[in-house]
Structure formats: structure tokens, C-alpha cells
């Protein structure tokens, strides 16, 4: 298969898998999408759907949010994990959008990447998920699969990243990414992973990828 056959063959696959994607990450708004987002970074989803509705029942918008210390919004988020960097920046972010854009989330990725802790992807997905702007946020079950899938080198996110906007059309990106994402959880995932299962590998699957795991599975 061409590059392309193997993408339209991901999205046909995809779309049939996957035809509604829920965002992963319960939120109400933009602002608590954005807090959601940074605290998942070495974090699972699951754990940041259970630690959000502690934090926003007390600050649920940037002017609640300043009243608490950093030191109280650390204690909340702890079980996130990196809780220092992330209560510093959920605080210091909030102060910005108060002082700066009148308590709300800023629709620019170069704004949103100008904040405490917020990066190049929970910009994209802020964008992608809360303002429908055309983005393809990289995590690590998008760079795992595009490299598995022979789509791209696996050097980089940053590669990776540039390689899905290059393939896929800009239209499907932000269907796509959580799709992917779906995906790489439920049959292609870093660790236990089937290749029995993973349909999508095992048909356009990368040759060195798919012989390391034959040979796995017989030296077993």
C-alpha cells in the first residue's frame, strides 16, 4: 500500500470503529477544559475525571480559582502527579486571564502556549476541543501509532505531529487525533499489546515493527 491508501484505510477503519468520540476529559467550558488537559500531562484520563470535580467544586473559573493558594490547589491535584508545576501554573494561568483577557481562555495557539505550564499539545487540544480550530494534538498513543502504522518516523512529536497534518486532510483532524487515541487504548496499546487484535497494524502495519513481534512471540 501507497502512504495514502494506508491513511484512507486508517480513517475508513477509524470512522467504522469510532463514528461519535466523546472528549476523553469531562469539562463545562474552555477554562476547565484547559485546567483538565494540564493536569493530565503524566496522567491518565481516568485519574483527572476524578480528581476535576474536587478542584472545580471549589474553583470552577480563574476569579474562584486566585482566591485559593497554590498550596491548597496542590493538595487537591496531588494525585495527578508533577502537583508543584501544575498548581503554580493552573494558579499563575488564571491570574493571566484575569488580568489579561477578562477571565476568559484565549482562542490563539500562541496566546494559550504563552501561559504557566500550558504547551504546544494542551494548546492544541484547547483549541481542537473547546473552539472546533483545526489541530492534531500529539500524545503518546498518536506518536506510538502513526510509527507502528509506517506514517511517520517516531523521531519526534513535533515530527509526528507535522506528519498527521501532511496525511490526513485538515477537515478530519479533530475527529481524528481522539480516534487514534481510542484506538491505541482499546487494541494497540504500549504494554500487553495483541497484534492479533490491532487490525490497523497488522494490515499496514511498519515490517520491523510487526517482525519484532512475531519474534517475541516465538522466543516466548
Known amino acids: 500500500m501507497t502512504k495514502k491508501e494506508r491513511a484512507t484505510f486508517v480513517i475508513n477503519t477509524l470512522n467504522s470503529l469510532y463514528p461519535e468520540v466523546p472528549i ?15 493536569l493530565s500531562a503524566q496522567c491518565t484520563d481516568a485519574r483527572v475525571n476524578t480528581i476535576t470535580p474536587l478542584l472545580f467544586s471549589k474553583a470552577d473559573n480563574p476569579y474562584d480559582m486566585v482566591k485559593m493558594s497554590v498550596e491548597e490547589i ?40 504563552a501561559l504557566p505550564a500550558v504547551g504546544h499539545k494542551t494548546a492544541s487540544v484547547v483549541m481542537s476541543q473547546a473552539f472546533g480550530v483545526p489541530a492534531f494534538p500529539v500524545d503518546t498513543h498518536i506518536h506510538r501509532l502513526l510509527y507502528r502504522w509506517n506514517l511517520s518516523n517516531g523521531k519526534s512529536v513535533q515530527q509526528t505531529e507535522k506528519d498527521a497534518k ?18 491505541g487504548r482499546e487494541y494497540s496499546p504500549a504494554r500487553g499489546w495483541n497484534l492479533e487484535n ?8 511498519r515490517k520491523s515493527v510487526l517482525n519484532e513481534f512475531y519474534k517475541n512471540k516465538t522466543s516466548r
Open 24 to 38: 476523553p476529559l469531562d469539562h463545562k467550558d474552555a477554562y476547565t477544559l484547559l485546567i483538565a488537559v494540564l
Open 74 to 113: 496542590e493538595k487537591i491535584i496531588k494525585p495527578c502527579g508533577l502537583s508543584p508545576m501544575k498548581s503554580k501554573g493552573i494558579f499563575g494561568l488564571s491570574h493571566i486571564l484575569i488580568d489579561k483577557y477578562n477571565g476568559k481562555v484565549p482562542q490563539s495557539f500562541e496566546a494559550l502556549e
Open 166 to 183: 501532511n496525511i490526513f486532510p485538515e477537515y478530519l483532524w479533530n475527529i481524528l487525533h481522539l480516534q487514534i487515541i481510542y484506538y
Open 198 to 205: 490491532d487490525i490497523i497494524t497488522k494490515t499496514i502495519g
